[in-house]
């Protein structure tokens, strides 16, 4: 047999090679990256690297030595295009393949795209090293820059922006920023938060047509009113990138955007495939539900607890799911779940951005927010786990 196949350098799949490593597996570790760099971290493309592309190097997880002393096969720049569970095979783009024993798929997310902003060179995404030269690069002092989408990474970017002189317009369908996550009042902080530094939010609001040749100078939006523009960052989310699978076993999830479904351990269906990261949709046993993850810290959780399982070793407990964020200079945490909660209490000084809002459920805590509260982390995380084994008990 023939070891451990990893598709997809990003976190999950790096946290998959270190765990396996770190539990003394020695057979071949093969890790096939699409992009032609070493593994690398996504979270800073948005923040300070946007204007630093200097700092680009510091993105790698690990050095070229790590990876030769730990025995750890790096094909960088050549895509899996195909799956073959029967054989046991991953084809690459090469026209090579890799076969396995234990395969980890961990090809992350791809950024979701609106039709009507397809063709326009200065029409982009977020998810790349190269996607942040390029975004960086045209974000020069005075620019008018339209972010269509208030999630994190649109939220991140309008902050980074705003700091080098970019002039800022977001434009949100919802009628606040998380809106469907936090809740309208706590929306409306980080709407705050956005006007304060200069930046304008334009809410409940569409784009019905964008003008320009080449290029997109302004966009029409739903009440008639034009905005005009530079560039413009599309930030409406992410979908699973699992186009490689095509009409393998495991290709059907595909159709309906759902991620590849694992159980809490990265395990598919299929004997020896697992799932890590923004790729999979893994069975949270609180929501009793899969769901995608798409943050960093479940990123890393999946790949360790799936290489655990390939191995046969006994996981932790699962934690508590985490999200940080940095815009104008505060950090902004938020740990658990806070579409389960029936109630919210927040403490603090939301003007002077630092506050804590607990979200509860019959009063048990479900979800907190920290906003310019690092040092509460612990003690959250605290509160939750704790919450959570009560209500497994
Ligand atoms: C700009 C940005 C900022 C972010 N900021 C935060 C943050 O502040 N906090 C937070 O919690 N999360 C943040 N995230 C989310 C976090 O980075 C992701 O959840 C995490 O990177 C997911 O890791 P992953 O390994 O699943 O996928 P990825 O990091 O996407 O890695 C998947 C890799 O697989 C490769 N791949 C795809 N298809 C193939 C193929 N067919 N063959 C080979 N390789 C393939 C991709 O090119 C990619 O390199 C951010 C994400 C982005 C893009």
Redesign the pocket.
């Known amino acids: 047999m023939s070891g451990v196949v990893i598709?997809?350098?990003?976190?999950?799949?790096q946290r998959c090679a270190e765990t396996l490593r770190r539990s003394g597996y020695r057979d071949p570790i093969v890790m096939?990256?699409?992009?032609p760099h070493l593994p690398y971290?996504?979270?800073p493309?948005?923040?300070d690297l946007l204007f630093d592309g200097a700092a680009e190097e510091s993105l790698s997880f690990r050095s070229p030595v790590w990876y030769e002393e730990k025995a750890v096969e790096l094909r960088l720049g050549v895509?899996?295009?195909g799956l073959d569970t029967f054989e046991r095979r991953v084809h690459l783009g090469d026209g090579s393949c890799v076969a396995y024993e234990h395969l980890l798929i961990?090809?992350?997310?791809r950024p979701r795209r609106i039709p009507t902003f397809e063709g326009y060179e200065n029409v982009t995404t977020?998810?790349?090293r190269e996607d942040?030269c390029g975004l960086g690069a045209a974000l020069v002092p005075g620019t008018r820059l339209l972010v269509i989408g208030a999630g994190?990474?649109g939220q991140?970017v309008a902050s980074a922006a705003r700091k080098a002189g970019v002039q800022t317009t977001i434009i949100e369908a919802a009628s606040a920023p998380l809106e469907s996550v936090l809740g309208s009042e706590l929306g409306g902080w980080f709407a705050d938060l956005h006007r304060a530094n200069g930046a304008k939010l334009l809410l409940e609001h569409r784009v019905a047509a964008v003008h320009g040749d080449r290029r997109a100078d302004a966009v029409t939006l739903d009440d008639g009113r034009m905005v005009h523009c530079d560039h413009v960052l599309v930030g409406v989310g992410v979908e699973p990138?699992l186009?490689?699978l095509g009409s393998s076993a495991l290709g059907r999830p595909i159709a309906d955007r759902s991620g590849v479904r694992t159980d809490a351990d990265g395990r598919t269906d299929i004997a020896g495939i697992y799932a890590?990261?923004?790729?999979a949709a893994a069975f949270d046993p609180l929501l009793e539900r899969h769901v995608l993850?798409?943050?960093?810290?479940?990123?890393g959780r999946q790949?360790s607890r799936a290489a655990r399982a390939m191995l046969g070793l006994e996981q932790g407990p699962r934690g508590v799911s985490s999200?940080?964020?940095?815009l104008y200079g505060t950090r902004v945490q938020y740990l658990g779940h806070a579409s389960l909660a029936d109630e919210v209490n927040v403490d603090g000084d939301p003007q002077a951005c630092e506050f804590t809002a607990t979200f509860t459920m019959r009063e048990r805590p479900v979800a907190v927010l920290l906003v310019g509260r690092s040092q509460m982390l612990p003690r959250a995380r605290e509160l939750l786990s704790a919450a959570t084994e009560m209500a497994f008990a």
């Open positions: 598709v997809g350098g990003g976190l999950a799949g096939v990256c699409g992009e971290d996504r979270p493309l948005s923040k895509p899996a295009v961990a090809t992350g997310a977020l998810r790349t942040a994190f990474i991140e990138d186009r490689w890590a990261g923004d790729a993850g798409n943050h960093w810290e479940s990123a790949g999200f940080w964020s940095d």
